[in-house]
C-alpha cells in the first residue's frame, strides 16, 4: 500500500474511489464537535475548545488531500464505525477537489488562530464549514464534489449519483402541497405559540 495516494484501487473500477460511507460518518463526527465547540463559546465564554477544534480539522484535511484519506484521524474513527456496513465507492477526485477547498478554508483558519484574530470572517468560515458537514453527512449532499462536476463535465460515481446523466425522478404535485401545507402548519404553530399568554394557574397550598 502506497504511503502518498488519494483513493482506493478497486477492482472493477478504472479510477479511484473512496469509500463514500467512511467521508460521510467522518463529516458527521466533525459536525458534532464542530457544533460543541461553538456551544463552548457562547456558553462557556470561551475559545479554546473552539481553536482546538479547528486545529484538528486543519490536521485532517491536510492529511487527507496531501497523504491518505486512509490515514486521516476522523476518517479512521468513522472507518472504525461504520466497519461493517458494505462500502459505497464513489470517484476520488471530485472528493479531492471537495476536500481541497476545505483545506484552503482551514488554511484561512490556520491565519486567523495564529495572529489570534477575532472577526465576523472567522465566524462566518466556522459556521460554512459547519454547514458543508452537516449537509455531507445528513443528506449525503457534497457540495464540493457538485462544483466539481460543474466545472469538471465527465466524472463518475459521485455521491448520491448527482454525476449521473438520466433524468432524475420528479417530485411530485402532491408531495410539493404537502410540504407547503407542513410549512403552513408550523408557522401558524410558532406564531401561536409565540403570543399565547398562558393563564397564571392559581397557587395552591399545601396544608401540613
Known amino acids: 500500500m502506497k504511503f502518498f495516494q488519494f483513493g482506493e484501487q478497486i477492482p472493477g473500477y478504472d479510477f479511484r474511489v473512496i469509500n463514500e ?8 463526527i466533525m459536525f458534532l464537535l464542530g457544533l460543541m465547540s461553538l456551544f463552548s463559546v457562547y456558553q462557556l465564554r470561551t475559545i479554546f475548545w473552539a481553536e482546538l477544534f479547528s486545529l484538528t480539522f486543519i490536521i485532517e484535511f491536510l492529511v487527507r488531500v496531501l497523504i491518505r484519506p486512509a490515514y486521516a484521524p476522523y476518517m479512521l474513527l468513522g472507518a472504525l464505525i461504520v466497519h461493517n456496513q458494505a462500502p459505497d465507492w464513489v470517484e476520488a477526485r471530485p472528493k479531492h477537489f471537495a476536500w481541497a477547498l476545505g483545506l484552503g478554508l482551514g488554511a484561512v483558519m490556520t491565519v486567523y488562530i495564529v495572529f489570534d484574530i477575532i472577526s465576523p470572517v472567522r465566524l462566518a468560515i466556522c459556521w460554512l464549514c459547519l454547514f458543508l458537514m452537516y449537509v455531507e453527512s445528513v443528506f449525503g449532499i457534497c457540495l ?11 466524472t463518475y460515481l459521485c455521491p448520491g449519483g448527482v454525476c449521473e446523466t438520466t433524468p432524475k425522478r420528479n417530485f411530485s404535485r402532491h408531495k410539493w402541497l404537502v410540504l407547503a401545507a407542513f410549512l403552513v402548519l408550523f408557522s401558524l404553530t410558532y406564531t401561536t405559540l409565540k403570543h399565547w399568554k398562558f393563564p397564571a394557574r392559581p397557587r395552591v397550598e399545601v396544608v401540613k
Do not use: F, Q, V
Not at 460511507?21 to 458527521?28: L, N, T
Not at 464540493?144 to 465527465?154: A, E, P, V
Open 144 to 154: 464540493g464534489c457538485m462544483l466539481y462536476k460543474y466545472i469538471h463535465r465527465k
Open 21 to 28: 460511507r467512511e467521508a460521510r460518518a467522518s463529516a458527521g
